[in-house]
């Protein structure tokens, strides 16, 4: 069976193609392809991933659609003799049901439609913008990283000064959070206290603080004009909140043990929230 004398060729299945199509070396997810044989008649098998033990076919045949490159070969038996001849058709963004990636280099952008899930850490050295909700262990950055919603079982690091850390949605921390600067708020309510106020320690509003720790003000009555405190010591710091609702707390100062304090106003209660035993 001379080599000249036969053809093995792929055409896309569309209606109205000319008798003799261009072979198909690039389609589209989802594209059948028509496999055609010229040559001696004879006994024809074709193996594929979908026939990996081979399948006795006649031409033309249809593929099924394919959603990812795929190689056909076949095996010809004619006047006593036997050849396998084979072609491969690729496909144009595939279809990649699950992929293992030891190492992934991208260009410019790489756009994942899908889920993202990732069991080790995930390094950035750019920018990285999450606009859904993003769950992993680890978190290293060099850029700033902006999500609506991000969960960290484990550490979240950036690694040099002009990194930030954005959230638009909630987050929540379960161990310690630490400012080593400041902490600033745009908008309220804050809430500094989940737990009764008057479980601390009461004390007047001129007296020294009797030890380290928060100074907050509460009223029964409401206040209607501003509550300023102010702790004198080895440094003078204050604290202001305009009357809020029946009950309140309107102000929460920090002080050291001794510090004296002063106030603008006599008609609310004084509570002393120790540092570290949160009573």
């Known amino acids: ?22 072979p198909a070396t690039l389609v589209r997810p989802g594209d059948m392809v028509v496999l055609q044989w010229s040559g001696p008649a004879g006994e024809h098998t074709l193996y ?27 095996k010809s038996v004619a006047s006593g003799m036997m050849r396998y001849d084979s072609l491969t058709v690729t496909v144009d963004r595939p ?16 756009t994942i439609t899908a889920p993202l899930t990732i069991n080790g850490p995930l390094t950035v050295d750019g920018e990285t913008d999450v606009t859904g909700t993003c769950s992993a262990t680890a978190v290293v950055a060099s850029g700033p990283v902006e999500t609506k919603s ?10 040099d000064s002009g990194s930030r850390l954005s959230t638009e949605g909630e987050l929540t921390v379960t161990g310690t959070l630490q400012s080593d600067e400041s902490l600033s708020i745009q908008g309220g309510p804050v809430e500094i206290f989940d737990k009764d106020l008057r479980s601390g320690t009461e004390i007047g509003p001129y007296d020294p603080a009797p030890g380290d720790g928060f100074i907050v003000t509460t009223s029964d009555r409401g206040v209607s004009s501003d509550v300023q405190l102010t702790a004198s010591g080895w440094y003078t710091t204050s604290a202001a909140a305009r009357g809020f609702g029946r009950g309140a707390a309107l102000a929460a100062l920090p002080v050291l043990q001794g510090d004296q304090l002063s106030s603008t106003a006599s008609n609310v209660n004084y509570y002393l929230i120790r540092f570290s035993t949160g009573s």
């Open 1 to 22: 069976m001379a080599s000249t004398a036969v053809n093995f060729t792929a055409h896309l299945n569309l209606p109205g193609d000319p008798p003799h199509p261009t």
């Open 48 to 74: 594929s991933e979908d026939e990996p033990s081979g399948r006795l076919v006649t031409f033309p045949y249809i593929t099924q659609p394919l959603t990812r490159d795929s190689v056909f070969t076949l």
């Open 95 to 110: 279809v990649l049901p699950g992929i293992e990636v030891g190492e992934l280099v991208s260009g410019p952008a790489l």
């Open 150 to 159: 991000l969960t960290v079982r484990a550490t979240a690091t950036s690694v």
